[in-house]
């Protein structure tokens, strides 16, 4: 994979200096380009991976030689272990953590009466437990420091429409949707915002089958009422708000980046 272009935003334009974050997934996609336009923004990061060390060091050593904080640690998130450990490194690291970015996710279409069990807790435990597990240990700093945070969860539009195919991923990404809502309930007390984006068809590898495919594509983007896929950076542009002040008074709510794909069906005739 080639690496994308890294650089911080001029003083003025930095919302979020000072901050430190975990971004797990942070390796590829929509995780990439939070985890960079957060870092562009001014926050200390901790990038989160799984299978590919090479792209996470690549990228903490490019913000580390620009003089920003910038850390790669291993988190597998279905693993409540490397979870801990790569909290713990972060706020070592990089100092308390009061930003998390639960992006870690997993997809694959298999249809309900040929799943295994073994796909469904594949992507139940990346999805919905490797939130959770993100969450609490970024909870458990921001709650220890007093001092608030923002934790963001990166959903899908499929939190809340079905997914023929999908089924697990739906009931995972249906899950965190009440998960996030529930503990934004519950933290808000402490100062902390719970907040959601919850992407639609967006360019990353996760759907190059699809990106490829003319045919494919054309039949996405025809349900999509902007009519195009999107752009990590939009994404990534809606997170670095909601992780930012000045999104102060936002929690409990998920910002759709989707195109309009949730305004389905489209209109008949
Ligand atoms: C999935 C994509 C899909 C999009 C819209 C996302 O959650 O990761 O593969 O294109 O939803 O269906």
């Known amino acids: ?6 650089t911080v935003h001029p003083p003025d334009a930095r919302l979020l200096e000072g901050r430190t974050a975990v971004v797990s997934g942070a390796t590829s996609g929509i995780g990439q380009g939070i985890a960079l336009e957060i870092a562009a ?34 988190m597998d998130v279905g693993s409540e272990d490397e979870v801990r450990e790569a909290f713990a490194r972060a706020r070592a690291e990089l100092g308390a953590v009061d930003l998390v970015v639960a992006n870690a996710g997993r997809e694959a279409e298999v249809r309900l ?14 999805n919905l437990t490797g939130t959770f597990l993100c969450c ?20 899908s539009v499929h939190d809340r429409m079905p997914w023929t195919g999908f089924s697990h991923y739906a009931a995972s990404k249906g899950g965190q949707r009440l998960f996030l809502e529930s503990i934004a309930k519950e933290l808000a007390p402490s100062g902390i915002r719970v907040v959601a984006v919850a992407p639609g068809a967006i360019a990353t590898p996760i759907n190059r089958e699809m990106l490829d495919d003319p045919e494919l594509r054309g039949a996405v983007e025809a349900q999509i009422p902007m009519a195009r896929v ?16 000045q999104a102060s008074y936002v929690t409990g709510a998920t910002l759709v980046v989707d ?9 008949a005739g």
């Open 259 to 267: 195109g309009g794909m949730t305004l389905y069906p489209p209109d």
């Open 230 to 245: 999107g752009g990590v950076a939009e994404v990534a542009r809606a997170a670095a708000w909601l992780a930012s002040d």
């Open 41 to 74: 923004h001014g926050a200390g990061v901790a990038f989160g991976y799984r299978s590919d060390p090479d792209t996470a060091h690549r990228m903490a050593d490019a913000l580390v030689a620009l003089g920003r904080r910038a850390v790669a640690v291993r």
């Open 1 to 6: 994979m080639s690496d994308p272009e890294i």
């Open 113 to 126: 009466v040929d799943m295994t069990l073994d796909d469904w807790t594949d992507v139940i435990d990346t």
């Open 136 to 155: 609490r240990e970024g909870a458990r700093q921001m709650v220890e420091q007093g001092r608030g945070g923002t934790i963001i969860g990166v959903t």
